[in-house]
């Protein structure tokens, strides 16, 4: 049930981009993605609802390929601020009961 | 987005004493909230699903007579572990389900967590 997230960790200087997958081996509802600083709780970014979508928001932005059971996470032109771990919740049921990936650690350097 | 609050932040306590953490929605009430423990550099795991007025629903191989949590009201849950050991040691958050704003969905809110140091 627990989703797989690829990379586990990445180090990017300012300015690049990284792209973090999430898969899962069950059909899914939606996907919830998170950012969570060291020793913070995680920070929700966003939410991708079966159909396809694809969202953003600044230079974050995500998709979701329901048949792939599959979702990734675009970071462009990366920030300091960007720094985390980043983890991906699926939700197989639509009862926003989620399952957290392993992880993707992002470091980003000057 | 919604606001979730843990108390206390951290604590220290002696093994074999009860440890009570608070969660609380501050601005919207929630039905459901979540109770998960993370180990250093590692997922989150969850516990519990804690229903307002009504009985937790456990994680397999949680034991919910050690990890003890009340949903008393719609902005209010608790987590007592009992008799706690050094192995139950780790970092609890909890999180509570709220309508995502602009998203017509609902997603989970975290709360800053609680470290709990057994000693």
């Known amino acids: 049930q627990q989703p797989v997230q690829s990379p586990q960790a990445v180090i990017l200087r300012e300015g690049e981009d990284a792209v973090i997958n999430c898969s899962s081996s069950?059909?899914?509802?939606?996907v919830h993605w998170y950012r969570q600083k060291h020793g913070e709780a995680p920070v929700f970014l966003m939410i991708?609802?079966?159909?396809?979508e694809q969202k953003g928001h600044d230079k974050i932005s995500a998709s979701f390929n329901e048949k792939k059971q599959q979702s990734s996470l675009y970071l462009t032109a990366s920030q300091l601020s960007y720094s985390g771990t980043y983890f991906c919740?699926?939700?197989?049921?639509?009862?926003?009961?989620?399952?957290f990936g392993t992880g993707t650690r992002l470091t980003v350097i000057p | 987005g919604a606001v979730v609050s843990q108390h206390p932040s951290w604590v220290i306590c002696k093994s074999g004493t009860s440890v009570k953490i608070e969660c609380r929605s501050l601005?919207?009430?929630?039905?459901?909230m979540f109770w998960y423990r993370q180990f250093p550099k590692q997922s989150l795991m969850l516990m519990a699903t804690?229903?307002?007025?009504?009985?937790?629903?456990?994680e397999q191989g949680v034991e919910k007579d050690k990890f003890l949590i009340n949903h008393a009201s719609l902005t209010l849950s608790t987590l007592t572990v009992t008799s706690a050991h050094p192995e139950d040691s780790s970092f609890y958050i909890c999180?509570?389900?709220?309508?995502?704003?602009?998203?017509?969905?609902?997603?989970?809110?975290f709360g800053p967590g609680t470290r709990l140091t057994v000693l």
């Open positions: 999180s509570a389900r709220a309508r995502a704003s602009q998203v017509g969905t609902d997603t989970q809110y």
């Open positions: 069950k059909a899914l509802y939606s």
């Open positions: 991708l609802l079966k159909g396809g």
């Open positions: 919740g699926t939700d197989e049921t639509g009862a926003n009961n989620l399952f």
């Open positions: 601005d919207f009430q929630a039905t459901t």
């Open positions: 804690s229903n307002e007025g009504s009985k937790a629903t456990y």
